[in-house]
């Protein structure tokens, strides 16, 4: 048996002994023909970095609130799908493609329904179901985003585009000429909500918004993916908004405003002119862990191996062991999740043990480091640590 090793990341050698586990210094033995192998591992810390998340334990507090006064709403006269047309009081869309993976509260989403009323929910699959057309309270496991809620209306219909290119796409979903409550109005801005494929950020954008009624109404504007004090929030409007993480929803009074000539704007939401719209925007935590250590391999056989590495995180979900047969990871991709038994503390080991190896095939296998509060772009890499190409023959 030939070995050809070369470390990058863990300052050690390691030599794989044959089907027992590695040894500092010695080379590997073979007791008989059968066994004998040549293997090639090299391990490559890799410095890019993109984030995952995983699909439990997620609450509402791990999103940053933050708002803007300085903000411009996107133009979308033209490359834009059309939901809605026309004048729309409590009518749903169907339901349309986000046109990327969008993590919520961790959970993967690829679809989204919305209504002429201020109201949007994602959806896991076009199966919906359709959001409908008036959604003012928390549903239990209901995903419900609200730049507005309320009976409310459009009166030149909806529409939304995916701007950018991956991994850096953003939906915007625009209801075009909104205003609160439902008497049309003929001088109504736009309102939008934008969700950022890389960052899982979500943005509420303001543009002349005007209560169309004579009459002083309450609103709420929430996020949400369920009914509890951990998986919903909401703001309160004003000069410096506050957003409070709680299962009951601040009710804003908005005051009486005039018809068909929308008047005044609503206080600290309306605004004249670009470069001074509200932003209300959400950003997951995105704190980066710190790579495992000690990586070393045991069981090593022509048809099995075991990583074995060392817990270095105090904030994993876990650890997703990737192997394939191309440094592309798109065949025979085989994939083994090692949760977490130890969040909070370093020090632990974990193992994942692979079989089904067959000799004369090259393997490439890649260990990540899965974050618990992230919640953005699919358990792809949070960070992608350690590269591990083997070839047997």
Same mark, same amino acid.
């Given at each position: 048996m030939n070995v050809n090793y070369n470390s990058l990341s863990t300052g050690r050698d390691t030599l794989l002994k044959n089907g027992i586990g590695d040894t500092v210094g010695s080379p590997p033995i073979s007791s008989s023909k059968a066994m004998r192998k040549s293997w090639l591992v090299m391990f490559v810390l890799l410095l890019s970095m993109t984030f995952g998340q995983l699909a439990s334990a997620q609450s509402i507090v791990n999103y940053a609130f933050s708002s803007s006064t300085t903000g411009s709403l996107d133009d979308l006269s033209s490359g834009a799908t059309t939901m809605l047309t026309g004048a729309n009081d409590d009518v749903a869309t169907a339901v349309f493609p986000i046109g990327f993976d969008f993590w919520f509260m961790g959970v993967k989403y690829t679809h989204f329904s919305a209504n002429s009323n201020g109201q949007f929910r994602f959806h896991a699959s076009a199966a919906g179901p359709a959001i409908g057309s008036n959604v003012s309270t928390l549903g239990a496991n209901a995903v419900t985003l609200a730049p507005m809620s309320g009976d409310n209306e459009v009166n030149n219909g909806m529409r939304f585009r995916v701007d950018g290119t991956a991994p850096n796409r953003k939906l915007i979903i625009e209801w075009n000429q909104f205003y609160v409550n439902f008497v049309n109005l003929t001088n109504a801005g736009n309102m939008q909500a934008w969700l950022s494929e890389t960052t899982g950020k979500i943005d509420f954008v303001y543009g002349e918004i005007f209560n169309s009624s004579t009459s002083s109404q309450t609103r709420s504007i929430f996020i949400s993916s369920s009914n509890t004090a951990t998986t919903a929030g909401s703001i309160t409007i004003g000069a410096v908004p506050v957003w409070t993480p709680s299962a009951t929803l601040t009710v804003n009074t908005i005051a009486a405003g005039a018809n068909p000539v929308g008047a005044p704007l609503v206080a600290n939401l309306g605004s004249a002119a670009q470069g001074s719209r509200v932003v209300y925007s959400w950003t997951p935590n995105s704190v980066a862990?710190?790579?495992? #250590? &000690?990586?070393?391999? %045991?069981?090593?056989?022509? @048809? !099995? =191996?075991?990583?074995?590495?060392?817990?270095?995180? /105090?904030?994993?979900?876990?650890?997703?062991?990737?192997?394939?047969?191309?440094?592309?990871? #798109? &065949?025979?991709?085989? %994939?083994?999740?090692?949760? @977490? !038994? =130890?969040?909070?503390?370093?020090?632990?080991?974990? /193992?994942?043990?692979?079989?089904?190896?067959?000799?004369?095939?090259?393997?490439?296998?890649?260990?990540?480091?899965?974050?618990?509060?992230?919640?953005?772009?699919?358990?792809?890499?949070?960070?992608?640590?350690?590269?591990?190409?083997?070839?047997?023959?």
């Open positions: 862990p710190t790579d495992p #250590t &000690t990586l070393t391999f %045991t069981a090593v056989t022509v @048809s !099995t =191996t075991t990583p074995n590495w060392v817990d270095n995180s /105090t904030d994993e979900a876990g650890f997703l062991v990737t192997r394939a047969l191309d440094a592309g990871f #798109t &065949t025979g991709v085989v %994939t083994t999740f090692v949760p @977490s !038994t =130890t969040v909070g503390t370093t020090g632990t080991a974990y /193992t994942s043990a692979q079989t089904g190896l067959t000799a004369g095939n090259t393997y490439f296998y890649r260990v990540q480091l899965l974050l618990r509060l992230l919640e953005v772009p699919e358990l792809q890499v949070l960070k992608q640590l350690l590269l591990v190409l083997l070839t047997i023959g």
